[in-house]
Structure formats: C-alpha cells, structure tokens
C-alpha cells in the first residue's frame, strides 16, 4: 500500500506544472481563475499551444501523434491544468471521436480527421441525444436514407454542446428501422457548413448559450463519411461512451471549486470576521472536503487498477461520475451562500457565481444521469 | 502508487478468513458472546501462534514489525468475523501506546508478554464529565513517596474485564481539562482500591466502569513522562481510529455481501426483491459508500504512524468522521433492506449493525471528528 506518486511520475508532474506555468495565456487563466467564460478562440488556441509540445492528445498512440500516457499520467495532467486554471479541453474531439476513428474508421477518415483535431483546426461536436432519446438513446429517429454514394439525413439532435463553434459533429443515425433499435445505428461525420444545418440556440437556466437544438433537413452526407459498417453505430457509440467516462470524476476540477471557495471563505468578512468562523458554514466546507478525499482517492484506485491491468473502464467509474458530479454541485452552491445577498444579483458580464450553480445541475444528468449510472452499478457491477 | 496488499499481507488476510470460516461462525461467536468470559482464550492463543498479538511492535521487543497496513489487514478481519477477542484493546490501543510512549522499562515489561499472549490490556481513558474528551480527567494521582496515589472515576472501558492491566489517564497537575499535566499509569487491575462494575457492550463484548480509591501504584507505573500523557494517548488512539476504521471495512464489506445476497434470493410478488429499481439504486449508494469508507480507511492506515503530527490529527480525524457517517448509512440500509430479517437478534445482520454503531460511538462519533475537522480548515 503506497499512496505516493513514482519518481518519474512526479518529474512528469514538476514538467506539466513548468510547462503550464510559461506557457498558459494570462488573460485565459485569468478568466477561469475568476469563473468566466472562455471563447472558441480561447479553447482553440490553447489546444495549438499543447500540440506544439506535443501534448495535444497526451493518451493518443505515438503513431497518431499522441504521447501514449497512461492513465495515472492522463490524471496528473488533468490535475495540473485544472490547478493552473487551464482550460480543459473539449472532450468531443480528443477524447470521444479521435478513439472511434482509430479503432473504427478507415486510414482516410484517420490521416484527413487526426492531425486536424491534434492542432486545434476542427472544432467537434456531438449528435446523439434527440428530443425523444435522452437516457433511451438507442430509441433515436434521425433518419439517413441513401442516394446514390451519399445519405440524405433528417432529423433532430439536442442538446448539442458548444455547437455554434463547430466545424465538424459526430452524428448517431437511423439507417434501418426493422428489427432491435439498437441494430438500425449508423456513426456519421457532417460537415457542419453543409446545406440544411440548422443551429438553434437553447438558453440555459443560468441565461447562457452553451447547448443548441440541431435541425438536419435533407443533408447531404457522402458515404465515405461514415465510420465503420451500416447499422453497427451502436457499437462504436458505447465504446465513445466507455472513453468518455476517464477523468469522470474531476478531481482536478472540484479541487479547484474546493481552493476557490476556501479562498472565497477566507477572505469575505462578515461583520469584520472570515466566514470561515462560521461553524456551520465551515462544516458544510469540511463535509465535502472529506467527501473529495475520498473520492480522490477512489478515483486512483481505479486509476491503478486499470493502469496495472492496463484495461479500459469499467462499470466501477459510474460511481465516481456520481460522487464526482454531486461534489462539484455541492461546492458550486457552497460558493453562491458564501455570497449571501449579493448572490441574487444577475450579472452577465461578469463572474456569474449563482449561474454556475444553477449551470452545473447538468452534471448529475449528462452522459448518463445518476439514476442511470445507478442502473448501470446494478446491473453490471452487482449482478442484479 | 498501489493499493494492494503485499502477498505477505494476503496471506494473512488468507489465513484469517479461513480461520473464521471454520473456527468462529456466527454460531459460535453467538454462544462465547453469552459465556462468563466474553471470549474465546483459545483463540487468544492462536493468535498468538500466529503472531498477531506481535505484529506491531519492534522485533526488539518480541514483536514482528509490522506496520499500520499489516494491521488494517488484520482489523478488516476482526470486522468481518465480529471478533470478541480483546485484539484492538490490547495490541494495537494499549500496545500501541506502550510501544510509542519512548524509551522506557515498560516497554520491556509489557510488549513480549502481550506478543506472547500472557499479559491483556484496556484503556482507561473517559470520564463521565468528559464525554468524548481525553483531556478532561479529573482522576487524580498524587505523589506520594516513592510512588504515585490514584483517585477518581473512569467510564467505558472497553474490555476491562479480560485485562491483566489498565492504563489509567490521571490529572497530576492542571485544570480539569488541560492537555498538559495528564500522566499514565499502569495498574493491575485487580490492585486494592480499584473497581470494576462489569457489564455487556451492545454488540456483546465486556467493557466496565472503574472507580480508583487510592489506588497505589510505584513509579515504575508511569507510562512516558510525568504531566505530558495526553500527546502519547493522542497518538495511540489515533492509531486505534485507523484500525476501527479497518475494522468497519471489513464491516460493510460483509454487510454489502449479506444484503446483495439477500436481495437476490429474497422473493416477494414473485420475483426476487432485488429486480426492485428502488432497492437496485439504495445497494449501489451502498456500494459507492463502501468504496469511499475503504478508500478513507487506506488514508488513516498510511497515516496513522507519520510523525508529521498535524498530518496524521487531519487524516485521522476526516476519516473516523467521514466513516462514521457513510457506515450509518450502509448499516442502517442493509438493516431496512433485510426487512424484518435486519432486526432479528438471530440474524448476522443485525449484530454487524450494532457493531458499526459502537464503532462510531468508540474515540469519537461522526460530528465530533467532524467538528474537529474543520477547526483545521479555520487553523
């Protein structure tokens, strides 16, 4: 039993921290240190800075420009950049097409697609969910019909993140309606500038643009755009769904929301004393610090199974997106308290503190609510 | 980083279970419970054999070097069996005090007898007025000659009747509830003027109350330096958190497996109650809290002999608050999924229960380590 880091997992660490400290933008660390948002060009550019280190997509095999880091490497990176107030980067494109293609796709898809997302020069985003489809994913009727060499789609996808900055989306179809739902899924790649796209913005509850409704009507799609075979989409979208779940748990990311607030209670006098007097208050923050212990530690432990087994996830992250997702929401709502009154002002232009508690009840509904990670826990991990 | 045992550790780990599966079921841990003695002498002795009376304390002394994990090992299995054995008391509580306490005779006297199996401990650490406070100590010990004269009164002392011996925190100078000025004395247990009103724990091991009535005692007695015990009682009983903290993995370890078990055969409306989303979803709340409890118990392990001292007062404490806690809740859980079945005193169940139940109440509950938790946020 040996909670320590190796060496050279340490040196790793010393040379991501250096890394990050000469080479993440002022003006970007400075808007997420302070909770803002940051633009498609914010995003954009720092991926172009971790690819010329060649750090664009770390766990990437070498052969397609990526470092094979494992995952205990993966997760000191994540920690690191979330400690540094970098911004994480979009998962879509690194961390859920770029594995469908090198497992799935054809060597043209590979060369044309890779080193595109690797230099931050496509933006993607993701087509699954659908106004029917939400947690019965497989149930989704967007349709692809064939003419000719190309598929004609129609239909509606939603909840489509970051959208309005896309150059390319990965797209769940309906190519056959017989038989399973499940049997009928072909994987498509849309050229987001093709003709009969349609991005409607949908403002969330805290008053942002984040998630759009996307509308295809009739949307010509060559077949050298599809991934692997017809009607096998379904396969290819469970295994995206099993690289999505790494770095489920965010501990880089509630680590920071945990600094920040603490900071935030030190600092905010009430009636000339820190908040952080406030026993009660002070409590809540020592009840979810223990909880991020834990969790943090959980979180390696699974890291260091998969490492030694060197195996994917498996079911056993479902538990570390619940507790990782209640975490974060918890400190979300500690830091808009921690403001009091002031909490109930709307301000668009700056930190928006009670928007982003309000922003993250998402995250114990996306990519598999808590409720269908604890359906998944039941299934597959206790056997009922 | 890793988290598993060392093969030394799972052949313990092995050797136990088979121990328990054999020699200590339910049954019979049932009828030693009821018996005058409260526990297996016999197991003693085996434990003896097998070195685990030894294993924490320096070889020097008898003992096997082992370290906070090896005991986490073993603590998992004392959970798991519900063992009534006075092993926490003795080694790691006492022994462990004892081993810590410096440079000293004592340690001569005491470790190779407790390794050998010849000689039990208790701490006599709580008064009444205290609660949870090991500073408050109104039990005095006056000079007296060569020797020390001790008075007062010392509740729940957890396996005194079995003990050869107990340590006794006393005020030998100070307010009542000052750190400095607390000493520790060895007693015989049975030395004239000390008494013991013996009585059953919940879950049906021996504790009791103690009154000391001038009680004489030489200075040979004193465990450590006079007027500086309570940072040697810190230490130890932060190492004995840990271990309960072990020991409450071993716990919802076997609760988890006795509920998932019992879901799955239990039949009501003609199907197995476990097709049931509403208790499919409070089993695996029970799962993802016995994950988090173990990985908070590796945190007091690998913690619990730093000598960084802040250190390991944060990782103990968050720990034996954060478990305290989350094993409620798989304990009170697996009671109500068991149905009626949970609070049968004949089911296994229901004595798991009782047991993860003292184990909060033991140095401590959930809110008071939490308390205390978060002082050093404040710090």
């Keep these: 039993m040996n909670l320590n880091f190796t060496p050279e997992e340490e ?140 598929y004609l789609v129609t239909g509606q996808k939603t909840w489509n993140t970051l959208g309005q900055y896309a150059d390319w989306i990965f797209c769940l179809v309906r190519t056959q309606t017989e038989g ?19 991005v409607r913005p949908i403002i969330t509850i ?11 009507d009739h949307v010509r799609v060559p077949m050298r755009n599809r991934v ?118 709307y301000r668009a232009d700056a930190a928006n503190v009670p928007g982003e508690y309000f922003n993250l009840r998402k995250t114990t509904i996306y990519a598999g609510s808590t409720e269908i990670q604890k359906n998944i826990i039941s299934k597959l991990v206790l056997g009922l | 980083m ?61 003992g096997l070097g082992g370290n906070p994990v090896d005991l986490m090992v073993v603590m998992e299995q004392v959970g798991q069996g519900l063992l009534l054995e006075p092993y926490w008391s003795t080694v790691v509580l006492c022994g462990g005090l004892i081993r810590d306490s410096g440079p000293h005779p004592l340690q001569q006297r005491v470790l190779p007898e407790i390794a050998a199996g010849r000689m039990k401990l208790a701490l006599a650490a709580h008064e009444e007025a205290g609660r949870y406070e090991l500073c408050h100590v109104e039990c005095t010990a006056t000079r007296r000659g060569a020797g020390w004269t001790l008075s007062g009164a010392k509740t729940a002392v957890l396996d005194v009747p079995s003990a050869d011996y107990v340590v006794v925190s006393a005020r030998t100078a100070g307010g009542a509830t000052d750190t400095d000025g607390i000493s520790l004395f060895l007693v015989k247990r049975d030395a004239p ?99 988090q409890i173990r990985s908070m118990a590796i945190v007091a392990a690998v913690s619990a002999d730093s000598e960084d001292v802040a250190e390991r007062h944060r990782a103990i404490v968050g720990a034996k608050a954060y478990i305290g806690q989350a094993a409620r809740f798989v304990g009170q859980q697996a009671v109500q999924l068991h149905g009626g079945m949970g609070i049968v005193e004949e089911h296994m169940v229901s004595h798991y229960f009782k047991r993860l139940t003292m184990i909060d109440l033991t140095l401590g509950d959930a809110d008071y380590h939490l308390a205390r938790y978060s002082d050093t946020l404040a710090a």
């Design chain 1, 11 to 150: 040196s790793f660490r010393a040379e991501v921290r250096a890394f990050l400290a000469a080479e993440l933008p002022a003006d970007t660390r400075e808007k997420l240190s302070t909770g803002r948002r940051l633009t498609r060009d914010d995003m954009l550019n720092w991926q172009k800075i971790l690819h010329r280190r060649g750090w664009g997509a770390g766990m990437w095999p070498k052969r397609f420009g990526g470092q094979e880091w494992n995952v205990v490497q993966q997760h000191i990176f994540d920690e690191e950049c979330a400690t540094a107030n970098a911004p994480p980067q979009i998962p879509f494109a690194v961390k859920m097409v770029a594995p469908v293609l090198m497992a799935f796709g054809d060597a043209a898809q590979q060369e044309y697609f890779l080193p595109r997302i690797l230099s931050g020069e496509h933006w993607w985003c993701q087509g699954y969910s659908e106004p029917g489809s939400g947690s019965d994913l497989a149930s989704l009727r967007t349709r692809a019909v064939r003419d000719g060499d190309d």
């Design chain 2, 193 to 291: 003027g000390l008494t013991v009103s013996e009585y059953q724990t919940q879950f049906g091991g021996r504790a009791g109350d103690l009154r000391l009535e001038s009680v004489v005692v030489d200075d040979a007695a004193v465990v450590g330096e006079v007027g500086k015990g309570f940072a040697v009682l810190q230490r130890a009983v932060d190492g004995a958190i840990a271990a309960l903290c072990a020991e409450s993995v071993g716990i919802v370890t076997a609760l988890n497996q006795a509920t998932l078990s019992y879901l799955k055969t239990r039949k009501q409306f003609g199907v197995p109650i476990g097709t049931f989303q509403a208790l499919q979803h409070r089993m695996a709340d029970m799962y993802i809290a016995a994950e």
């Design chain 1, 228 to 345: 692997g075979e017809e009607n096998k989409g379904w396969t290819y979208a469970k295994f995206l769904l099993s690289h999505e779940r790494t770095n489920t748990a965010g501990i880089g990311n509630c680590k920071r929301a945990l600094a920040r607030l603490k900071q935030v209670a030190a600092t905010r006098l009430v009636s000339g004393r820190p908040l952080l007097a406030d026993v009660r208050f002070r409590d809540r923050i020592a009840r979810v610090e223990l909880e991020l212990r834990a969790l943090e530690i959980t979180n390696l432990r699974v890291l260091s199974a998969m490492s030694g087994e060197g195996r994917a996830p498996g079911p056993e992250v479902s538990a570390l997106k619940i507790k990782g997702s209640e975490i974060v929401q918890e400190l979300a709502e500690l830091h808009m308290h921690a403001l009091g009154p002031a909490a109930l002002a």
């Design chain 1, 180 to 198: 399973r739902p499940q049997e009928g899924i072909s994987f498509l790649l849309i050229d987001m500038k093709t003709p009969g796209i349609t």
């Design chain 2, 2 to 62: 890793d988290f598993r045992y060392t093969d030394e550790q799972l052949a313990l780990q092995d050797t136990l279970q088979r121990w328990i599966s054999r020699d200590y079921d339910f049954e019979r841990r049932r009828s030693l419970s009821r018996s005058e003695r409260g526990y297996s002498p016999e197991a003693w002795a085996h434990f003896a054999d097998l070195g685990l009376l030894a294993l924490p304390f320096p070889e020097e002394f008898g």
């Design chain 1, 206 to 216: 805290e008053g942002e643009h984040e998630v759009n409704d996307i509308f295809f």
